[in-house]
């Protein structure tokens, strides 16, 4: 029978990684590894052959050993930091399932291993860096620095800067173009949003909002950009190809980290100054909800289900879980000091949030809304995300 040997073969071949002959034997049937299977025994493991394997892929971040489980649970248990070794020796690996996490007063980026939950490297950039940024290859990341007004350009492989390219006065929130082409920078300090072209790594002009705008954060689907305007409490909407405004949205006090939903229709505007999580019809502007939430709400995520939604609230150093469905609060973190920005592991099954008040990242559970690790990092966290590409990471 080849099909037994069919299944190992696909195995092999989508994971590129190899697999015990003990554990080839057990998935199949074949006691005594010799490799012979009859119809009726491959009749009478089917259903435990699919179970095996289900088990096998969503078991961890990726196929392993025992004994490489065994190493990275010891090392989350602190009984051995080999894996921690191996994870900073092969730091640039790019298919690592990693976080980047910039630090503002030591003006660097740390990276922080899923696996081990452990900072396995460090990239010096520019000044007081802020929001992170990862092209869809995760060849290339790129950090706002708010002090020398530039954007770094980072080689994840190398943990190297290759480029900094000058923008506005205070760079903050930044967004990249589907295409990995264009990067649009938010400057705190003036009112324009100034793009550069990622591929050449050099400035490409500027979005004029208008006298006395100012931009924070930055949302883009399809042809329309999404800018937050914390001083005059509303989120302009631009068409990147005529570099125009066509609408604006009049939002709560301070609008801050805003998202919107894949599909486009919805507008999630955390409101600091009102301490609410707004959602809006994208489309005509329309509030659609206000959801009281903690003190300084300051950057969302909401889950792929549409069904969550996670707020992090700074001044009120609280982390807040949100029923979109009732439209209200279920729990509330408190006591998390200077609860910045927040973003999903691959699965949602865990959310990362910087903490700037403790130079902590926490991990939170998303099933049972509690903390389940903490993680030292620079000193005053600010902006977090994942580096994982497609397809990669598994459980991480």
């Known amino acids: 029978m080849d099909r037994p040997k069919s299944l190992i073969s696909t195995i092999y071949k989508s994971y590129n990684t190899s697999i015990p002959i003990d554990l080839q034997c057990l998935i199949i049937g074949d006691k005594k590894g010799t490799g012979d299977l009859t119809m009726n025994n491959w009749k009478k493991k089917s259903l435990f052959t699919v179970v095996a394997l289900f088990v ?37 690996k790019l298919t690592n399932v990693q976080f980047y996490v910039s630090s ?14 452990k900072v396995v490297g460090k990239i010096p950039v520019g000044e007081s860096p802020s929001v992170l940024l990862f092209s869809s290859t995760m060849r290339e990341a790129y950090a706002a620095n708010q002090h020398s007004s530039t954007v770094s350009f980072i080689n994840t492989q190398t943990l190297k800067v290759e480029a900094e390219v000058e923008v506005g006065p205070m760079p903050h929130g ?63 909407i631009v068409n990147v190809k ?38 809006y019809n994208a489309e005509n502007g329309k509030q659609l909800q206000n959801i009281k939430v903690a003190e300084g709400a300051t950057d969302v995520v909401v889950t792929d289900d549409g069904l969550t939604a996670v707020v992090t609230s700074m001044e009120g150093s609280s982390v807040t879980f949100v029923d979109l469905q009732a439209n209200k609060v279920t729990k509330t973190l408190t006591q998390q000091s200077g609860a910045r920005h927040i973003n999903f592991n691959r699965l949602q099954s865990k959310a990362y949030v910087t903490l700037s ?40």
């Open 104 to 117: 503002e007063k030591e003006n660097q980026i740390s990276v922080i291993d899923v696996v081990s939950s």
């Open 56 to 92: 096998l892929l969503l078991g961890g971040c990726a196929m392993e050993t025992k004994e490489q489980a065994a190493e990275r649970l010891n090392t989350k248990a602190g009984q051995s930091t080999e894996a921690v070794n191996t994870a900073a020796s092969n730091v640039g």
């Open 242 to 279: 005529t570099k125009q405004v066509v609408s604006t949205i009049s939002t709560g006090k301070i609008p801050r980290a805003i998202k919107i939903s894949d599909d486009g229709k919805l507008l999630y505007v955390p409101s600091a100054g009102d301490n609410a999580l707004e959602i």
């Open 357 to 396: 008040g403790s130079d902590q990242v926490v991990v939170i559970d998303m099933v049972t809304k509690e903390i389940v690790e903490q993680i030292k990092v620079g000193a005053q966290p600010h902006g977090i995300q994942i580096k994982a590409l497609p397809g990669i990471g598994g459980s991480c």
């Open 174 to 236: 930044m967004v990249l173009s589907p295409d990995n082409r264009t990067l649009y920078v938010a400057t705190v300090a003036d009112q324009y949003v100034y793009l550069v072209d990622a591929k050449e790594r050099k400035a490409a002009g500027t979005i004029d909002l208008g006298t006395g705008a100012k931009t924070n954060y930055l949302a883009l689907h399809g042809e329309k950009l999404y800018i937050s305007d914390h001083e005059n409490h509303k989120v302009y």
